[in-house]
């Protein structure tokens, strides 16, 4: 089936009965509109007949009377045409005092009336009216009467032998019509949709091979048959004017002829739909291409003689070029008060407005890269060293200060990386290697305790061992601390923030020190608001920063003395503030003391390692808290503030 309507006879076929089914539509299309406007579905044939009838005969009565007056010679209409041999009309024309004027009456017919008209004469202006309206009225104005009447045998084939007969044939079709046009448009779209399908097909293969119509420019086509067509139709007028019959057949087949060559314009683009050949087979794509190959050339040329001047304006120092640019419009300005002086005031000041539009435009540009420069070296300051410096649209220095701005945030972030990466090492070996000393660890003290627990005579023996247990103990604190630090230093630690009263845990710590303040000589003084007071906290980790701070205060105080414990509030925080005197002369700063195995006692003749206050800290830290610390004198005071909920 296929190759069957790809043939060559079968496509001539379906273009001539796709042509005809379309011809066949239209012209039903228009006449169930014209039926449906002289209200042939509505009144009867009778009816309408009488109706189209009346409307023939009131302008044959014009013709009659101008005629039979002489006053013209009416639409190319002569007085023998009204005769009783060349009409069915029969007519009798009267004036006011009811005198015979003119009657086509031959000699045995009979008077029988059927339509009477009457006629007002404007001599002077030589021309006649039809009067219509209440009859006595009308008939004191009426200068001329005119009855008329068809004659019931017709000897003759005129115009009302036509209307009688064609609209007996259109009220047989009527009902007939849609039917017609709806089969016809049916039609037109299946061999329309055939003509597409096998456009640029051939039987014997399925490769796609368009006509000869396929050179030819769409856009070309297009425009000779838009122009075309119309002009063919005015010269057919102008050509046969005053000829009804000619005009209407060459319009026709003018017509025929615009929709074959429609459908063969149709046909084409479907090809070149399929081909995918419809833009570039245009006269516009081509002149496209030329003028994109023009351009092409001269902006090769253009942009190697820009890019030279470019290379030796930046050859100059930036303070030559500002010179050279300030000189520049110095020059320019001079240029547009003399021709401003000549007399050329719209030349002038069109010039002047150029050059200051430029102008604003290089300092708001200049503005926005500085201000641009500007953020990126305050962000550089912040330390945001993920914030990039945009160059893309900078030129000049601007750039290449831009580019450094962003070499320098690189840089750093490789720096930052490097010591990050180093700590992570450095955490890794310190908890691989604490792993590794815990296990004899834990076997040295196992045994040392198992020792000391032996009956012995030999007093020596059991102070050994006590010692041995003791700083095998403290051994193994230091192993802990330094696990803890590092993991907190890398924030590896896990910590859980839930909701709790910090009046309770200031509470248990004082219950916890009480007993080891006392022994140690000292009088804890606990301070704290009345109300509950909530922060988010982990109750585990707080519980190790006031540990160490309360260890450090039991062994650094000075006997005798009194250590502070308390809880301030200041509406959006909380403050947990221990202070206490030291025994020991503080000679290393409030931050030299949070550093890793830094000590107040720098003779070192108590116990402990230097990492308290530095693992209070980095707790302090992770649970969104800060520690502050402050000397003044002996006086020592840790502060750590927490955000209240």
Known sequence: MKSFLRRLPVKILCFILCIASLLTC???????TAFAVLEFYVHSEEYTVERITNTQLRGDAYDIVNLVL???????????????????IRFKLTDKNGALVKSNLASGEKEQWEYTYLFEDFTEYGWLTMLEGDAALVEEQADYILQLYLVDEPQYVDIYAFIEDGISLAYSLRFWVFPITLVSFLAFVVFFCILMCTSARRADSDELRPGHLHRVPFDLMLVLFIFGVPLAIAGIFDLFAGED????VSVGAIAIIALSLLLGICMSFAARIKTKTLFSNTVVWRVIKLCIRIIKFLWKYIKKAFYALKELFLGIPLI????????????????ILLIAMEGAEPIALLFWLFLIGHLAFFALYSALFMRKLQAGGNALAKGD?????????????????????????????????????????????????????????T???????????????CEKHKEYSEVLVRKSEHLKRLLEDLVEISKATTGTLDVALLPC?????????????EQKCESAGLELIVNRPEQSVRINADSRRIWRVFENLMN?????????SRVYLSLETDGTSASFVFRNTSKNVITVSPEELTERFVRGDQSRTSEGNGLGLSIAKSLTELQNGTMNISVDGDLFKVTLKFPLI
Not at 75 to 88: F, L, P, Q, R, W
Not at 501 to 513: K, M, R, S, Y
């Open 245 to 248: 019959i000619l005009t209407a």
């Open 552 to 560: 450090n205060a039991c062994k650094y105080s000075l006997g005798g």
């Open 443 to 457: 076997s040295i003290i196992n045994y040392a305790g198992l020792i000391s627990g032996e009956e012995c005579d």
């Open 501 to 513: 009263d910090a009046n309770v845990l200031l509470t248990q710590a004082a219950g916890e020190f």
């Open 70 to 88: 002489n006053r013209s010679v009416y639409h190319g209409i002569y007085s023998d045409d009204y005769s009783a041999e060349n009409t069915n």
């Open 385 to 441: 060293l993920a914030y990039k410096t945009d160059t893309k649209l900078m030129f000049w220095d601007f750039k290449k200060h831009g580019e450094n701005l962003n070499s320098i945030a690189d840089g750093m972030v490789i720096a930052v990386e490097e010591r990050l990466q180093s700590e992570r090492m450095k955490a890794e070996l310190i908890t691989n290697v604490s792993h590794d000393i815990k296990t004899p660890l």
């Open 26 to 32: 239209a012209a039903g299309a228009f006449g169930a």
């Open 320 to 335: 030559w070029r500002t010179i050279i640019m300030v000189s520049t419009y110095v020059v320019l300005d001079f240029i």
